[in-house]
């Protein structure tokens, strides 16, 4: 390990408290208006027990595991005994061996979480949400604001702080700074109270008489009795932690440009220590903090010059590197969200998809890192036959347990110059054809991947008794047992999409249909709006059988009896389309950012919302008796037809 030397020198005194003192919080907080019960907390159970979440709304998770929410919080007791949460109310547990998606009471993000022990533990989010665990279940508290809380502190049961967090710098737009209504509030043991402070953006309680908060250009201290302010760089302080009597730091957010020459800012992150008369600025990089047992961890995985630190613990007056490994986020913008370590070595970072990595005292370890990539694709015959395939190479088989496999096609003789996976058709286990990101096309005979050509990009589409479909930009390709052949070429730019329920009904997404035996277009019956507003055309194609065809996009929707077009209503902007059996139709719908996902089903001529618990843009699938919805962050759900 290499060490180096924090030149910050820490005040003997430190406010002159000890930090065994029980002060009561008086001067400085104003009078509190609480909301919940004057009733004490009731007494926690012996053993706590983590009661699973099961089936959310009918749906199943089926990969990553135990789900693909972005976690946004972390908190650990020890190595056996830690709790994350994230969007769409998301809490996980890790008992030492496997992370299990926990019952929550409320849908509304999670983002930060702590507890006293294994039996008293809390957690805060979106719209001033507060739930607790009393070691048997989750349920909701009454809170005294809704405005958003993002930092969680405490020492003890009857003494919890928490506070709205500091906003990062994200482009297109978000400039960063405070939430334009943040909240302190503290927990006595019997109700959450407003504490008067001017746009909170972090909290850290060290004892009863050593709490700081920060704020943008300041970080107030609280000694029991009255707040000392002082102030901080240009900045806002979006992290906090340290150990009774000192040392403590604090993580000050700030924006940059993104690039040269670039109009938008991104979050640059700083280290401050206290020196106990005022906060000086720290070399040793560090965008998370967290402390336990009197060491405080600092992570960033942003590469700031050859070999800075990734992890690193302060203790005895020094910082010591732990680890110089680079955990790597898919893009600019996603990243980590919370660092927490139990009494140990060991160390938890989570973050966007929900990514769950372990520091194990030597290197981060992250085994199903490559379940959580983007699926851009799915296909298969049947429930026990089916692929996924997208980001980073990433293909995935499902069987009939359920249980999706990582398939190495690298090691099975794939060769690409591409990391993404674009599209994907499967007739049986032996015989797969995935496109890549460079336009090549690649075949999977059971025992190793061949490459069958270069077509540009490529949209596969498997229509029964072995034969597969392609839309490219040479035109639109067949495949049956004597290879690949050109139907025809297209008159117009893009590669539309396919479906077909056999070989003698296939669909493309401009509406041309082939009954097996000759081509024709079927456009009569299908009217785009005429208003002047520039639409994409629409390109949803789904579907059961000759005479029961699914086409629209946009917003739009039709349906096909076998003879003619009918409009058909529909509640929303549809972005996905899989059949769901003669007469039925699924359509999702994305909400954007981290709201849940709606994904209806038409039965007859009634729509049925059956609100997905995931956030995105999703994707459809289906099966003879399944619906699949897939993926951001590998994503996959289940639902039965």
């Not at 086409?551 to 389309?577: C, E, I, K, Q």
Request: charged share 15%; net charge negative.
């Amino acid at each position: 390990m290499r060490t180096t030397v924090l030149a910050v020198t820490l005040a003997a005194a430190y406010f002159g408290c000890g930090p065994g003192a029980r002060s009561p919080i008086v001067s400085g907080a104003p009078p509190e208006s609480g909301t919940s019960s004057d009733d004490p907390m009731p007494a926690p159970p012996a053993k706590a027990v983590f009661p699973p979440a099961g089936l959310q709304n009918g749906w199943r998770w089926e990969n990553p595991s135990p789900a693909a929410f972005t976690l946004r919080g972390v908190w650990a007791v020890s190595a056996d005994d830690v709790w994350a949460v994230g969007d769409n109310g998301a809490i996980e547990h890790f008992d030492g061996k496997a992370w299990t998606l926990i019952a929550s009471p409320v849908t509304t993000s999670l983002v930060a979480i702590w507890g006293s022990e294994t039996n008293d533990v809390w957690a805060v989010g979106e719209k001033g949400t507060i739930v607790h665990f009393d070691g048997l279940s989750w349920t909701q508290v009454a809170s005294p604001t809704t405005a958003r809380l993002g930092t969680l502190s405490g020492t003890a049961a009857d003494d919890v702080w928490a506070s709205s967090s500091a906003v990062p710098f994200l482009p297109p737009g978000i400039q960063g700074g405070a939430e334009p209504d943040a909240t302190l509030l503290h927990f006595d043991g019997k109700n959450w109270k407003t504490v008067a402070s001017e746009s909170p953006t972090a909290v850290a309680a060290l004892a009863r008489n050593d709490v700081w908060v920060g704020s943008c250009g300041s970080l107030r201290h609280f000694d029991g009795m009255a707040w000392t302010s002082f102030t901080t760089p240009d900045g806002c302080i979006s992290d906090l932690a340290g150990v009774p009597g000192g040392p403590v730091f604090a993580v000050n957010l700030s924006g940059v440009y993104c690039m040269p020459h670039a109009l938008v800012l991104c979050s640059s992150f700083g280290l401050l220590g206290f020196d106990g008369t005022a906060w000086t600025s720290s070399a040793q990089p560090a965008e998370l903090l967290s402390a336990r047992k009197g060491r405080i961890w600092a992570f960033t995985d942003r590469k700031i010059a050859p070999d800075t630190p990734t992890l690193a613990t302060f203790e005895g007056g020094h910082w010591t590197t732990r680890s110089l490994q680079r955990v790597g986020w898919r893009t600019l913008f996603q990243g980590p969200h919370r660092l927490a370590a139990p009494p140990g070595g060991e160390a938890w970072v989570v973050g966007e998809g929900g990514r769950r990595i372990r520091f194990d005292g030597t290197t981060f370890v992250e085994p199903d890192a490559f379940r959580t990539y983007n699926i851009r694709a799915m296909s298969g015959p049947n429930d026990c036959d089916l692929w996924a395939v997208g980001d980073l190479k990433l293909v995935l088989h499902r069987d009939c347990a359920g249980d999706w496999t990582f398939v190495d096609v690298v090691a099975q003789g794939l060769s690409t110059v591409s990391d993404d996976f674009y599209s994907v058709a499967a007739t049986g286990p032996a015989d797969v054809f995935i496109s890549d990101g460079a336009g090549y096309l690649h075949h999977f005979d059971g025992v190793r991947w061949t490459r069958d050509g270069r077509f540009g990009l490529v949209k596969l589409s498997s229509v029964g008794n072995g034969v597969i479909y392609a839309t490219t930009a040479l035109g639109l390709l067949r495949y049956d047992t004597s290879g690949w052949q050109t139907v025809f070429p297209f008159d117009f730019v893009g590669t539309p999409k396919i479906w077909g329920s056999s070989p003698s009904n296939v669909w493309t997404s401009d509406l041309q249909h082939f009954d097996g035996k000759i081509w024709n277009s079927s456009m009569a019956g299908i009217h785009l709006p005429n208003d002047g507003v520039q639409r994409p055309t629409p390109d949803l194609l789904a579907g059961s059988a000759p005479d029961d065809v699914w086409f629209g996009g946009n917003g739009l929707l039709w349906h096909y009896d076998g003879s003619s077009w009918t409009p058909v209503p529909n509640p929303v902007l549809v972005d996905a389309l899989a059949s769901g059996g003669r007469g039925k139709v699924w359509a999702a719908t994305s909400n954007g950012g981290n709201k849940p996902v709606h994904v209806f089903r038409i039965d007859g001529s009634a729509w049925t919302d059956f609100l997905a618990p995931t956030t995105g843009e999703t994707l459809l699938f289906s099966t003879a008796t399944t619906i699949y919805a897939y993926g951001p962050n590998g994503q996959i759900l289940s639902h039965g037809l």
